[in-house]
């Protein structure tokens, strides 16, 4: 049974750049939330996606955005890097509604270093 | 503005023994709390939860506790064995403010000792 498959695993970019984070649910998940954890903290949340549209999101600038595609798998881009976008970059799948009752999936992240 | 707190950074415990992890939290719309755990490499994995109607949830070895009027929760794991070594994260949210987005800690990472 695969789990949460993120893309790719390391990655690093020069600070002004864009960059593209991928993610694949669980098999039988139909929503897909995206968390910022930088070194030393906890897990921050971005945004949520559910049937291909933004259904919540964080604290985050207009330099972070998503998508959703229709077979539930979903991007995270982020438009001119800051050096403070330096993280680890966690993809977390659930049923829709369910994942307070019931816990998301993570996936073990992609790193992402700006330079 | 850091809402949930888990103030030790490390726990060590002999195997067989009782560990207690901390978090407290200072937002009282958080209506449900959650714990995961993480190893290295590894992305968060779910481990218990409980709703703010209660005030105590157990799961096997794993039991979490909640007092609402402290606004502080508690996860124990009776006994401890080494295969629980890891990263502890204690998380809240309040359906209100919206449910999906989970607030996290900081993490407190518990070593047992064989």
């Known amino acids: 049974d695969a789990g949460v498959t993120q893309s790719p695993t390391h990655l690093i970019k020069t600070r002004g750049q864009q960059v593209t984070l991928r993610c694949s649910p669980k098999s039988g998940h139909d929503t897909v939330s995206w968390y910022q954890q930088a070194l030393g903290q906890g897990p921050q949340f971005i945004f949520q996606y559910y049937e291909e549209e933004e259904r919540q999101r964080g604290n985050f600038p207009d330099r972070f955005s998503g998508h959703q595609f229709p077979n539930y798998s979903s991007e995270l881009n982020v438009n001119a890097l800051l050096l403070g976008d330096s993280a680890l970059y966690l993809c977390?799948?659930?049923?829709f509604g369910g994942g307070r009752d019931y816990g998301y999936t993570f996936g073990s992240g992609t790193r992402l270093t700006v330079v | 503005d850091q809402q949930v707190k888990q103030n030790s950074p490390s726990l060590s415990v002999q195997e067989g023994r009782i560990s207690i992890l901390n978090c407290d939290y200072t937002?009282?719309?958080?209506?449900?709390f959650l714990w995961y755990k993480k190893y290295p490499a590894e992305g968060p994995t779910f481990l218990i939860s409980i709703s703010s109607i209660k005030d105590k949830n157990e799961d096997g070895r794993f039991t979490v506790f909640l007092n609402k009027s402290a606004k502080h929760l508690s996860l124990h794991i009776v006994p401890s064995q080494p295969g629980d070594s890891a990263v502890y994260f204690c998380a809240a949210s309040a359906r209100e403010t919206g449910a999906n987005n989970l607030f996290f800690g900081t993490g407190t990472r518990l070593t047992v000792i064989p």
């Open positions: 977390a799948s659930s049923l």
């Open positions: 937002n009282s719309m958080f209506d449900y």
